[in-house]
Structures are given as structure tokens and as C-alpha cells.
């Protein structure tokens, strides 16, 4: 989970490109732990301490893992500010591959996003214009089900790769689902149901064939997607986007379902 942030499957702490060192390099202290029954979870707990790779005041933060059913995972997220505003804005940045480690890239994968506007980015993954734009007419609409691989070769992922590193604006408000992914060969699906009002996809535009997963299967270019639902990027900068400033005493969340189907 991050701020923004980068790891490969497992469990994905929360993580910050504000800094150097993100969330999911820090040592956390498990608050919980159930290993049996039919809902497992773990609670794990982070203090965050003022000035901390530059964030003001201490956070409170609890991210718990739970398989909330046989083919459900659920991560639920909350932090609360101790003593002073400070910006937070986790997502998950987990990767993920349909067909399994060894089967290739998701190119194939077919996509649907409750997402009718994005955020565009620049060069830099930036919202520097600060605009929304509608997704229709463009590389990034995938309001029906659509092959990932369909455009992608038309798609700037900033930082001169090819792919999509792309903030999305989801339709409606609350716990609801906001994307929906097939695998054809393997008859696998997800659902994925968020909470939050944005989404980052990411199609695993930097994975270079050094990153090994399960089984020491490496990962080459496209090879996982990620679905990260989070607040507006870079809100703190932009007074036009929805804050993602939390003040003492108050309480961000957010939560996840993660559906799988086969």
C-alpha cells in the first residue's frame, strides 16, 4: 500500500513516494493476528513520527489483511492524524497476473472501469494542468470490456515508456465496484470494489525481466497490472482537486475488495 509505491505481490505495505524511504520499508508491529477460521487477518500498526521524510505531525496507522471469504481479500486502511494536518493518500500496489507466474504478459487481460473522466499526467506522472478530461475518443477509455494490449502501443507512461500509468476519476461515490478483469485462458476474473474517488492503472511498464515472483518466475514488460485506488494525486498542490489533507484528530480511510473469480 502507498502513497504511490512499488513491490511484488506478498503482503504491499503502505509506502510514499514523499520520501526516500516509503511505508513498506519501514519495520511495523503486528497489533493482530487470527490464522485460522473462516476469516483470517493480520493488523499491523505504523507510528509515523513528525518530519518523516518531510510529513508533518505523528500518524497512526492500522492496514489490516483479512480473506473475508474463500476468494476474497479485503485490506482496510486507517490513519489518524495525532497533532498536525498532514497530506495522506494510500493506495495498494499490488501486482497482478491472471494467468498465473510464468504465463506471460496481461496484454490479453480484458478490463472495464467505472471511470468516465482521467486525470491527464505529465512526462513526470504529474497532474501539472490540474484538468479532468473525459475518457471518450481516447487510449484510455475502458468503460466496456476491453483487451489491456488494445491501445496501449498509443499510450505515453511517462518517463519515456510505452503503457498505461494513468489516473482515473471513478463514477459515483462510496464502497462499490469500480473494475473488472478477465483472463480468457485461465477463466479467471476479478472484481475489484473500492471506496475511494480515484484510481491509478498500471501496466507494469518498467518490469524488465529482473523482478522474480513466485516459483522465481521473472517478470518481463507487462507482465502485471496494477489497480490503485486512491485519492487525487498530488491533491496537496491542487486546491481544484478533492483535499486529501487530514487534520489532528481526524480519521482517513480506506477500503478494498479484492473479488476473484474462476
Known amino acids: ?29 503486528v497489533k493482530e493476528y487470527v490464522g485460522g477460521g473462516h476469516s483470517p487477518y493480520i493488523t499491523l500498526f505504523y507510528r509515523s513520527f513528525d518530519g518523516e521524510q518531510g510529513f508533518p505531525g505523528d500518524l497512526d496507522v492500522y492496514a489490516t489483511y483479512q480473506l473475508s471469504s474463500p476468494y476474497t481479500l479485503s485490506v482496510r486502511t486507517n490513519a489518524t ?16 497476473n491472471l494467468g498465473g507466474q510464468g504465463s506471460g504478459d496481461v496484454l490479453g487481460h480484458t478490463l472495464q472501469l467505472s471511470a468516465s473522466r482521467y486525470i491527464p499526467l505529465d512526462d513526470e506522472l504529474l497532474p501539472s494542468s490540474g484538468r479532468v478530461d473525459p475518457v471518450v475518443g481516447t487510449s484510455y ?37 469500480v473494475a473488472a478483469v478477465r483472463d480468457r485462458k485461465s477463466g ?37 497490472f496494477c489497480l490503485e485506488t486512491q485519492g487525487y ?25 479484492y473479488k476473484f473469480s474462476f
Do not use: C
Open 141 to 177: 477509455d475502458f468503460r466496456t470490456p476491453t483487451p489491456i494490449g488494445a491501445r496501449i502501443r498509443k499510450v505515453s507512461g511517462g518517463k519515456g515508456l510505452i503503457g498505461y500509468d494513468t489516473s482515473y476519476v471513478i463514477d459515483g461515490e462510496g464502497m462499490q465496484k
Open 188 to 224: 479467471r476474473g476479478l472484481e475489484l470494489w473500492a471506496d475511494q474517488p480515484a484510481m491509478q492503472l498500471y501496466t507494469g511498464n518498467g518490469l524488465n525481466n529482473t523482478i522474480k515472483g513466485k516459483a522465481g518466475k521473472v517478470y518481463e514488460r507487462y507482465g502485471g
Open 81 to 96: 492524524a495525532l497533532n498536525k494536518a498532514t497530506p495522506v493518500n494510500f493506495l495498494q500496489h499490488l501486482y497482478l
Open 1 to 29: 500500500m502507498t502513497n504511490w509505491g512499488a513491490t511484488i505481490m506478498s503482503i504491499v505495505l503502505p509506502d510514499s513516494k514523499g520520501g526516500r524511504r516509503g511505508f513498506s520499508k519501514v519495520i511495523w508491529t
Open 233 to 257: 494525486p498530488d491533491a496537496v498542490n491542487h486546491p481544484e482537486f478533492p483535499s486529501q489533507t487530514l487534520r489532528p484528530g481526524h480519521v482517513y480511510k480506506n477500503d478494498i475488495d
